[in-house]
């Protein structure tokens, strides 16, 4: 089965660079959930689309930004990067039409900022 | 604000043997609550979602209990295996419409040979 993709899988950046991540969701997902992952903590909700507008927002800094296409797939966009925005970042998808929410997450991509 | 608790220390168990997490949370009435495996450098995956209006959800050798009371949850693996040894995340979804959800901070199992 078709599982949520994330591009690319590892980035290595400099301070003050820009980094864009992306994600495309399960066929027929209207929605999209963006994590943050620092090494040992637990994901923290960071932005969400649903049929491309952003459904909420979470603890997400100005630097950063976000967009869903039409085609469903999602981009996050980092500038002035910083070593704190080292991290996992998962990408989830769900269909919001059903009644309950599960979400699937897809393999993140692994940000080192030097 | 909304807050989940996991116990933050390791749970080393022998195999075949049960394993119990606990997951509790504060200031929050969720509608469901969703348990997720994570191993290390990959992404979370679904393993069981409980409704407010369920006690106890079974999946093979995974059971989860809702006590809405106590605000608590746990999720028991029977027969455990060396191969269950993960991180295990409870999740509820935020008040809201949006979907997003809340995670505890993971317990790791630890199954031993």
């Known amino acids: 089965a078709a599982g949520v993709i994330q591009s690319p899988r590892h980035l290595i950046k400099e301070k003050r660079e820009t980094a864009t991540l992306k994600c495309y969701p399960i066929?027929?997902?209207?929605?999209v959930y963006w994590y943050q992952q620092g090494p040992g903590q637990d994901p923290q909700f960071l932005i969400s689309f649903y049929e491309k507008m952003q459904s909420d927002k979470g603890s997400i800094p100005d630097r950063f930004s976000a967009q869903q296409f039409s085609d469903y797939h999602s981009e996050l966009n980092m500038s002035s990067l910083e070593l704190g925005d080292s991290a996992l970042y998962f990408c989830?998808?769900?269909?919001?039409?059903?009644?309950?929410?599960?979400?699937?997450f897809g393999p993140g991509t692994r940000l080192t900022v030097l | 604000s909304q807050k989940i608790e996991q116990n933050s220390e390791a749970l080393n168990i022998q195999e075949g043997k049960t394993a119990t997490l606990t997951c509790n949370y504060t200031?929050?009435?969720?509608?469901?609550l969703q348990w997720y495996r994570q191993d290390p450098g990959r992404g979370p995956v679904f393993l069981l979602l409980?409704?407010?209006?369920?006690k106890e959800k079974r999946k093979e050798r995974l059971k989860v209990t809702f006590d809405t009371t106590l605000k608590q949850s746990l999720f028991h693996i029977t027969a455990s295996q060396p191969a269950d040894s993960a991180t295990y995340l409870c999740a509820l979804r935020s008040s809201g419409n949006t979907g997003k959800l809340i995670f505890g901070q993971g317990t790791t199992l630890q199954v031993k040979p």
């Open positions: 989830a998808s769900s269909r919001d039409s059903l009644s309950y929410n599960e979400q699937f």
């Open positions: 066929p027929r997902h209207d929605t």
């Open positions: 409980i409704r407010e209006n369920e």
């Open positions: 200031n929050y009435s969720p509608a469901y």
